[in-house]
């Protein structure tokens, strides 16, 4: 039997649910030329969101080109894949011969190579000229491209720039690039899509920053719980499986509707429910959440163990106040001892740098990751010194010496008694 959750990279229909509201205003804006920058933690849905709103368009007779920036190492690489997407987003199946290759770089004057693997997907490469070029000439040619070929055929274009938190790192003036030529383009719409919120919204609305202003922010928030409960029901009914009232709920009280996290939990529960030919129980989600935990122990331990003991004392004390508004107040720093703000700073710096800490809003600090948070109060409670005074200050700062040996690493975290 196929498991009917999934989880992982972008989903569509049936993995997909909700996100009418959204996907209604994304199709509106791109519509109407205006660009849009999708925020939001990582794996909330931003790809699947674009990608089914994309559709929608394509319907519609829209051209869509879409370039992930986080495989682009390079300029050069970028030149290349920008160009594969351009041609893969604007070249319809019906038109790849050689003729359009040449019409549509052409007209920009460039002369790249086109390969078409086995299963139909194009590759593009700039040739040694373009190469031996500027980077900079070359990629500014191949972003005046969309608005070209949309004037040229009367076609609306849009362009997707998925991992945009990437830009400033391929090269600090990439954004700046981008701008000077997309700023121009009346017939395209383009949107960035962004999971470093302090990165993204930073480059969008600090006057300082090159982005400023350039597109309508969009904070993709997580999946409603009454919309997510639906699609649990349903999918366990799909494959004959039953799932109680509370069991659903307790599904998403621990992920807090974490659209990539609750599909996770979800499937490992059903995983259970399956093997043991039982309806789905809280009881069984707990142990289902066990087991997400013992296959995450791997990874949760190797990031605690790259962590300084102060980023620890940080980290911990977020997952005990469940967030924070006031992490740099007094009171909060002296009743989960983080010592000095310039200490308290730094510390944030590297965990919002690794994605392990989002700032919601400004001055609003949260651990995202419903697993390290199950794994952080767990680390916690099983650690021998701290039982007794689980979750009190104490308890937080000898966290920060707990190692995690060997052999522990082997086992995994041990098994804990179910509520
Ligand atoms: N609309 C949705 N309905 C149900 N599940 C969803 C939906 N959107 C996303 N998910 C879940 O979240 C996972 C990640 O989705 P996706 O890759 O679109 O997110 P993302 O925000 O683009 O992630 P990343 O930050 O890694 O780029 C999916 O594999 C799926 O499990
Ligand atoms: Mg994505």
């Known amino acids: 039997m196929d498991d009917p959750f999934r989880y992982g990279s972008a989903v569509s229909a049936p993995y997909f649910v909700g996100r009418e509201q959204e996907m209604a205003e994304l199709e509106i804006d791109l519509r109407s030329g205006q660009d849009v920058v999708i925020i939001s933690p990582r794996r909330y849905g931003k790809t699947s969101l674009v990608l089914a709103v994309a559709e929608r368009l394509r319907k519609q007779g829209v051209s869509i080109a879409y370039l992930d920036l986080m495989p682009c190492s390079s300029k050069e690489l970028l030149a290349d894949k920008?160009?594969?997407?351009?041609?893969?987003?604007?070249?319809?199946?019906?038109?790849?011969?050689?003729?359009?290759?040449?019409?549509?770089?052409?007209?920009?004057?460039?002369?790249?190579?086109?390969?078409?693997?086995?299963?139909?997907?194009?590759?593009?490469?700039?040739?040694?000229?373009?190469?031996?070029?500027?980077?900079?000439?070359?990629?500014?040619?191949?972003?005046?491209?969309?608005?070209?070929?949309?004037?040229?055929?009367?076609?609306?274009?849009?362009?997707?720039?998925?991992?945009?938190?990437?830009?400033?790192?391929?090269?600090?003036?990439?954004?700046?690039?981008?701008?000077?030529?997309?700023?121009?383009?009346?017939?395209?719409?383009?949107?960035?899509?962004?999971?470093?919120?302090?990165?993204?919204?930073?480059?969008?609305?600090?006057?300082?920053?090159p982005m400023y202003r350039m597109a309508k922010p969009m904070i993709l928030e997580s999946i409603a719980a009454d919309t997510f409960a639906a699609y649990i029901r349903d999918r366990f009914a799909a494959t004959g499986q039953q799932i109680d009232a509370a069991a659903v709920s307790r599904i998403l009280e621990i992920t807090d509707c974490h659209p990539h996290d609750t599909q996770e939990l979800a499937s490992f529960a059903w995983g259970l429910a399956v093997a043991e030919q039982v309806t789905a129980t809280p009881e069984l989600v707990d142990r289902a959440l066990d087991r997400v935990l013992k296959a995450e122990n791997a990874r949760y331990t190797e990031i605690w163990s790259r962590l300084t003991p102060h980023q620890r004392l940080v980290l911990g004390a977020l997952v005990a106040s469940g967030g924070a508004s006031a992490i740099y107040s007094e009171s909060y720093r002296r009743h989960y001892r983080l010592g000095a703000t310039s200490s308290v700073s730094r510390s944030l710096k590297a965990l919002l740098r690794d994605d392990l800490v989002e700032e919601t809003s400004p001055g609003e600090y949260r651990v995202p990751d419903t697993y390290l948070r199950a794994w952080l109060a767990r680390l916690t409670a099983t650690s021998t010194t701290l039982t007794v005074q689980a979750r009190d200050t104490i308890t937080l700062s000898e966290m920060v010496a707990v190692e995690i040996e060997p052999l522990t690493l082997a086992r995994g975290l041990p098994e804990l008694p179910h509520k």
């Not at 004037?151 to 998925?162: E, F, Q, T």
């Not at 690039?177 to 999971?195: A, E, Y």
């Open 82 to 209: 920008l160009a594969t997407a351009l041609y893969d987003g604007l070249v319809g199946f019906a038109d790849r011969a050689l003729h359009k290759v040449q019409e549509l770089f052409g007209g920009v004057s460039l002369r790249p190579t086109v390969t078409i693997g086995p299963d139909g997907t194009p590759s593009v490469e700039l040739g040694a000229g373009e190469r031996s070029r500027d980077v900079d000439a070359v990629l500014a040619r191949l972003l005046e491209l969309p608005q070209k070929v949309a004037h040229d055929r009367g076609k609306k274009i849009v362009v997707v720039l998925d991992e945009f938190q990437e830009a400033p790192v391929i090269d600090p003036h990439l954004p700046a690039l981008i701008r000077s030529v997309w700023q121009m383009q009346q017939h395209v719409s383009h949107v960035f899509l962004g999971s470093k919120r302090h990165v993204v919204e930073r480059l969008f609305v600090d006057q300082n920053e």
